[in-house]
């Protein structure tokens, strides 16, 4: 059975706003063909001042797919349309607690669902702009046509690759068959053959494997070099990371902004730590810097 | 009502009287069988009177033809490659579209590797056609591998029938029988069949211990290669107190079958009947009239089934589904697919499976509880309407998909 938070149970147990708005003038109807789930959203929205009244779900789907339409409902009654257009799946999951990776396809239909009923409202017609894919990366929710796409469009040639561009396979790594796979599909409709002692192609800066062990000052220095190389990726998450401590093997770090607290937080911990032992070709411990007090602690007593 | 479990075709509960007969065997004949001291002495005896009980069970000529393995998904995959291996210039395998994934995954891959996989495809009701199976044998092929029994819908295939064609042609026939064993009789040495799967969590013995029968003058390369265990044909320091275990479960299982096929088939029919006498829009898949006495398959059109086992579990009743999102997967299951129910049937598919330990009562309760759960749903989905469903579903409720 899959882990739901208790918010999630809450909504599918005592769903809010189930059944069609009576006098709706805003419908969107919307499926997941990944996983069979559909959703209709009806809205009642005032004319004069867009905002929306009344909101309304029928959803035929999972336990987190009726909890997604449930919680989507709460949210979005009493905004006004311009505002409720801002809202991301991450603030459907967010709102939920957190929903398995596997999950998060029922968070953007319900995201999906709100643009198409107003559009429908707007008189507009709603386009798609996103095409779902067999799920792939379990840590990091990356599908299938996201990783294709990637490599056609950067010329992406090792798994390595696929890991620096969308980060799937950062982290427990156990996809990397899958990842390979795709890469021997795609290279194949190039006419190119999968290598997969190739050199990263698309690597922006290579880092050089260090032979000699390592000083200490080296080693902050790289670690610093390689948080730099990640940054990119994590800011676009809305995160960062900041290096606090190096004792030894061991490098505490701070997850900042939208890395703090996040459910991946250990996962990209750990996708660093994988990604500074492949650079630097030693053992690294990356540990949050929160554990630092313990150690602390330890050393007084 | 204390917890009610109807999920056996996943995994069963381990029988107390087999708890009891594996206890030794972890704390005073832990010895390892090969060893020569008191504390593996009765070791071997033990192994040996296991393989005659698995042997009784399956009705097979020597019990030297029992190899234990770790599970049923070893000894599919051992069988496969085996016979791949025994015969390089044969690049063909013959199996179903319905296989459980141990068998459907290797396929695949093996498929990636050269090898022509033909996928028997199953009708509405998940039946074979025979014909066209006959077509397929030929001389090119390594080996045909066809389950006794659906683990979804519990349709029994015609294996002994098959196994007959295929021996015809010369070809060898090995078949996935984790859901048959112990739920109806077999007598595999009135048989063709040269290689047969089980496994001991499916009958009332621990996860981790399965066999392998190998029909005595099969050709046969071993898929673990090291000590002389099982006669040198799956190395590897037995599992000494699982054997015995699984054992005892088969004796058990013999005991028991005509029980399986009369109070729990009873429990069963009564429980389908209920169900699809006071719940519109539900049909049971599979074929009704050949199938295991403990499994039903219902689907429940217009809803979802991790929805309803969401509810179900509440309600304190195991069961499981064929939806996608009970598997993590991104497809409804591949034996609904097979059968073409269609989407939004596919999707609220629930297997209700049976044990010797359910009671009448308990399905009195699932009767209760599961037409409330159903129209709780359905009251959710933009594909029903009231007391029914909406008039031309499918037109009338049709979002864009992504």
Same mark, same amino acid.
């Given at each position: 059975?899959?882990?739901?938070?208790?918010?999630?149970?809450?909504?599918?147990?005592?769903?809010?706003?189930?059944?069609?708005?009576?006098?709706?003038?805003?419908?969107?109807?919307?499926?997941?063909?990944?996983?069979?789930?559909?959703?209709?959203?009806?809205?009642?929205?005032?004319?004069?001042?867009?905002?929306?009244?009344?909101?309304?779900?029928?959803?035929?789907?999972?336990?987190?797919?009726? &909890?997604?339409?449930?919680?989507?409902?709460?949210?979005?009654?009493?905004?006004?349309?311009?505002?409720?257009?801002?809202?991301?799946?991450?603030?459907?999951?967010?709102?939920?607690?957190?929903?398995?990776?596997?999950?998060?396809?029922?968070?953007?239909?319900?995201?999906?669902?709100?643009?198409?009923?107003?559009?429908?409202?707007?008189?507009?017609?709603?386009?798609?702009?996103?095409?779902?894919?067999? *799920?792939?990366?379990?840590?990091?929710?990356?599908?299938?046509?996201?990783?294709?796409?990637?490599?056609?469009?950067?010329?992406?040639?090792?798994?390595? $690759?696929?890991?620096?561009?969308?980060?799937?396979?950062? #982290?427990? &790594?156990?996809?990397?068959?899958?990842?390979?796979?795709?890469?021997?599909?795609?290279?194949?409709?190039?006419?190119?053959?999968?290598?997969?002692?190739?050199?990263?192609?698309?690597?922006?800066?290579?880092?050089?494997?260090?032979?000699?062990?390592?000083?200490? =000052?080296?080693?902050?220095?790289?670690?610093?070099?390689?948080?730099?190389? *990640?940054?990119?990726?994590? =800011?676009?998450?809305?995160?960062? !990371?900041?290096?606090?401590?190096?004792?030894?093997?061991?490098?505490?770090?701070?997850?900042?902004?939208?890395?703090?607290?996040?459910?991946?937080?250990?996962?990209?911990?750990?996708?660093?730590?994988?990604?500074?032992?492949?650079?630097?070709?030693?053992?690294?411990?990356?540990?949050?810097?929160?554990?630092?007090?313990?150690?602390?602690?330890?050393?007084?007593? | 009502?204390?917890?009610?479990?109807?999920?056996?075709?996943?995994?069963?509960?381990?029988?107390?009287?087999?708890?009891?007969?594996?206890?030794?065997?972890?704390?005073?004949?832990?010895?390892?069988?090969?060893?020569?001291?008191?504390?593996?002495?009765?070791?071997?005896?033990?192994?040996?009177?296991?393989?005659?009980?698995?042997?009784?069970?399956?009705?097979?000529?020597?019990?030297?033809?029992?190899?234990?393995?770790?599970? #049923?998904?070893?000894?599919?995959?051992?069988?496969?490659?085996?016979?791949?291996?025994?015969?390089?210039?044969?690049?063909?395998?013959?199996?179903?579209?319905?296989?459980?994934?141990?068998?459907?995954?290797?396929?695949?891959?093996?498929?990636?590797?050269?090898?022509?996989?033909?996928?028997?495809?199953?009708?509405?009701?998940?039946?074979?056609?025979?014909?066209?199976?006959?077509?397929?044998?030929?001389?090119?092929?390594?080996? !045909?591998?066809?389950? /006794?029994?659906? +683990?979804? %819908?519990?349709?029994?295939?015609?294996?002994?029938?098959?196994?007959?064609?295929?021996?015809?042609?010369?070809?060898?026939?090995?078949? $996935?029988?984790?859901?048959?064993?112990?739920?109806?009789?077999?007598?595999?040495?009135?048989?063709? @069949?040269?290689?047969?799967?089980?496994?001991?969590?499916?009958?009332?013995?621990?996860?981790?211990?399965?066999?392998?029968? =190998?029909?005595?003058?099969?050709?046969?390369?071993?898929?673990?290669?090291?000590?002389?265990?099982?006669?040198?044909?799956?190395? #590897?320091?037995?599992?000494?107190?699982?054997?015995?275990?699984?054992?005892?479960?088969?004796?058990?299982?013999?005991?028991?079958?005509?029980?399986? +096929?009369?109070?729990?088939?009873?429990?069963?029919?009564?429980?389908?009947?209920? @169900? %699809?006498?006071?719940?519109?829009?539900?049909?049971?898949?599979?074929?009704?009239?050949?199938? *295991?006495?403990?499994?039903?398959?219902?689907?429940?059109?217009?809803?979802?089934?991790?929805?309803?086992?969401?509810?179900?579990?509440?309600?304190?009743?195991?069961?499981?589904?064929?939806?996608?999102?009970?598997?993590?997967?991104?497809?409804?299951?591949?034996?609904?697919?097979?059968?073409?129910?269609?989407?939004?049937?596919?999707?609220?598919?629930?297997?209700?499976?049976?044990?010797?330990?359910?009671?009448?009562?308990?399905?009195?309760?699932?009767?209760?509880?599961?037409?409330?759960?159903?129209?709780?749903?359905?009251? =959710?989905?933009?594909? /029903?309407?009231?007391?029914?469903?909406?008039?031309?579903?499918?037109?009338?409720?049709?979002?864009?998909?992504?």
């Amino acid at each position: 059975m899959w882990d739901y938070s208790d918010k999630v149970k809450e909504h599918f147990f005592n769903p809010k706003n189930a059944g069609a708005v009576a006098e709706a003038n805003a419908t969107g109807e919307v499926g997941s063909i990944s996983c069979g789930d559909a959703l209709r959203l009806t809205l009642k929205v005032d004319d004069d001042t867009e905002v929306i009244l009344e909101a309304g779900f029928q959803t035929f789907g999972c336990g987190s797919a009726i &909890a997604s339409s449930s919680v989507l409902t709460e949210m979005i009654i009493g905004m006004t349309i311009d505002d409720a257009l801002k809202i991301t799946n991450q603030d459907i999951a967010g709102q939920l607690e957190g929903l398995p990776p596997e999950k998060m396809h029922c968070s953007v239909m319900g995201r999906e669902a709100l643009q198409a009923a107003i559009a429908n409202y707007r008189g507009e017609v709603w386009k798609d702009d996103h095409e779902e894919g067999a *799920l792939i990366c379990k840590c990091f929710a990356i599908d299938a046509v996201m990783i294709e796409e990637m490599v056609w469009a950067n010329k992406l040639r090792t798994v390595e $690759d696929v890991t620096n561009f969308t980060k799937a396979g950062g #982290g427990c &790594a156990s996809c990397h068959e899958d990842i390979e796979a795709i890469l021997e599909k795609v290279l194949a409709e190039k006419g190119e053959k999968f290598d997969p002692t190739v050199a990263p192609a698309a690597q922006p800066e290579k880092i050089a494997a260090v032979k000699a062990p390592l000083t200490n =000052l080296q080693r902050i220095k790289k670690i610093e070099e390689v948080l730099e190389s *990640l940054r990119p990726s994590l =800011l676009a998450d809305g995160g960062d !990371v900041e290096l606090v401590e190096v004792i030894g093997n061991t490098a505490y770090v701070n997850m900042t902004g939208a890395c703090n607290g996040c459910q991946m937080a250990a996962m990209t911990i750990s996708g660093i730590q994988q990604r500074l032992m492949e650079v630097m070709g030693e053992f690294i411990k990356v540990v949050p810097a929160s554990e630092m007090s313990k150690l602390t602690q330890v050393e007084v007593a | 009502m204390a917890d009610i479990y109807l999920d056996n075709n996943a995994t069963t509960k381990v029988d107390h009287e087999v708890v009891d007969v594996m206890i030794p065997y972890f704390l005073e004949q832990y010895g390892n069988p090969s060893s020569i001291h008191k504390f593996a002495d009765g070791v071997a005896r033990g192994l040996k009177h296991a393989r005659q009980q698995v042997q009784a069970l399956i009705g097979c000529e020597h019990d030297s033809e029992i190899i234990f393995t770790s599970c #049923g998904t070893e000894s599919n995959s051992t069988a496969l490659l085996s016979a791949i291996k025994a015969q390089p210039n044969k690049k063909e395998i013959i199996t179903t579209t319905v296989e459980h994934p141990a068998i459907l995954t290797l396929c695949e891959h093996l498929e990636k590797e050269g090898y022509t996989i033909h996928r028997l495809p199953v009708d509405k009701a998940g039946r074979l056609n025979i014909e066209s199976y006959k077509k397929l044998l030929s001389d090119q092929v390594a080996i !045909v591998s066809v389950m /006794w029994a659906n +683990n979804e %819908t519990g349709t029994i295939f015609p294996v002994a029938e098959m196994a007959e064609l295929a021996h015809a042609a010369g070809v060898m026939f090995h078949t $996935d029988a984790v859901q048959a064993v112990g739920k109806i009789p077999m007598m595999l040495q009135d048989t063709k @069949i040269d290689m047969l799967s089980l496994s001991g969590h499916k009958l009332h013995a621990p996860k981790g211990i399965g066999v392998l029968y =190998l029909r005595r003058g099969t050709r046969y390369r071993p898929l673990l290669r090291g000590g002389h265990q099982e006669r040198g044909r799956r190395a #590897g320091t037995e599992n000494s107190a699982s054997i015995v275990g699984l054992g005892k479960a088969c004796e058990l299982a013999l005991n028991y079958i005509e029980y399986e +096929n009369t109070t729990v088939k009873e429990m069963r029919d009564r429980l389908e009947k209920g @169900i %699809t006498e006071s719940i519109p829009h539900c049909f049971v898949t599979g074929d009704l009239y050949n199938r *295991l006495p403990n499994t039903t398959d219902i689907a429940f059109e217009y809803i979802e089934g991790e929805s309803i086992l969401m509810l179900l579990n509440k309600a304190g009743i195991a069961a499981s589904s064929g939806s996608a999102c009970t598997s993590g997967s991104l497809e409804p299951s591949h034996v609904m697919r097979a059968m073409d129910i269609p989407y939004t049937a596919a999707h609220g598919t629930i297997r209700f499976s049976f044990s010797r330990y359910n009671t009448m009562a308990e399905v009195d309760e699932v009767l209760k509880v599961m037409p409330g759960i159903v129209a709780t749903l359905r009251k =959710l989905s933009p594909y /029903w309407d009231g007391d029914g469903p909406v008039a031309n579903p499918e037109q009338a409720f049709a979002p864009t998909y992504a």
